[in-house]
């Protein structure tokens, strides 16, 4: 009983641990992870040449941090953002979600490409209970 206790009370804590651990990972370990920072995106992504290159990485990011989202939403019940059930999340609305972003203006904390458009989902597709 007291093992079920502590697993118990474990579990509901890193319920709460969950939205700052993952937003700490990401802002901490994001940029020297990859090759690209924010910086580098505005200053180039108008680059013909360098287009497909930032198609890919932002895919990649944008997909890992869909998943990442999901998981958080069966596991812990609550989700980051909430894109509508029937719409499929492209590259390209992910190039168009951080470029509305930065085009609004929001100043992002951090250098990286993967934080700015974790903020740029939760910005576009909030959650009703959020």
Same mark, same amino acid.
């Given at each position: 009983?007291?093992?079920?206790?502590?697993?118990?009370?474990? =579990?509901?804590? *890193?319920? @709460?641990?969950?939205?700052?651990?993952?937003?700490?990972?990401?802002? %901490? #370990?994001? +940029?020297?992870?990859?090759? =690209?920072?924010? *910086?580098? @995106?505005?200053?180039?992504?108008?680059?013909?040449?360098?287009?497909? %290159? #930032?198609? +890919?990485?932002?895919?990649?990011?944008?997909?890992?941090?869909?998943?990442?989202?999901?998981?958080?939403?069966?596991?812990?019940?609550?989700?980051?953002?909430?894109?509508?059930?029937?719409?499929?999340?492209?590259?390209?609305?992910?190039?168009?979600?951080?470029?509305?972003?930065?085009?609004?203006?929001?100043?992002?904390?951090?250098?990286?490409?993967?934080?700015?458009?974790?903020?740029?989902?939760?910005?576009?597709?909030?959650?009703?209970?959020?």
């Amino acid at each position: 009983m007291l093992l079920f206790f502590e697993v118990n009370i474990k =579990m509901n804590i *890193s319920k @709460y641990l969950l939205l700052p651990t993952f937003l700490t990972f990401i802002y %901490f #370990f994001s +940029t020297p992870a990859n090759s =690209m920072g924010l *910086s580098n @995106y505005i200053e180039n992504k108008d680059n013909p040449e360098l287009k497909q %290159f #930032f198609l +890919t990485h932002i895919s990649g990011v944008g997909d890992g941090i869909f998943w990442s989202n999901a998981f958080a939403e069966s596991r812990y019940g609550k989700a980051f953002f909430c894109s509508p059930a029937k719409m499929v999340l492209e590259p390209q609305n992910y190039v168009t979600i951080l470029n509305r972003l930065i085009e609004s203006g929001y100043k992002v904390e951090t250098d990286s490409v993967g934080f700015a458009l974790f903020i740029g989902l939760v910005k576009t597709f909030p959650c009703e209970s959020n």
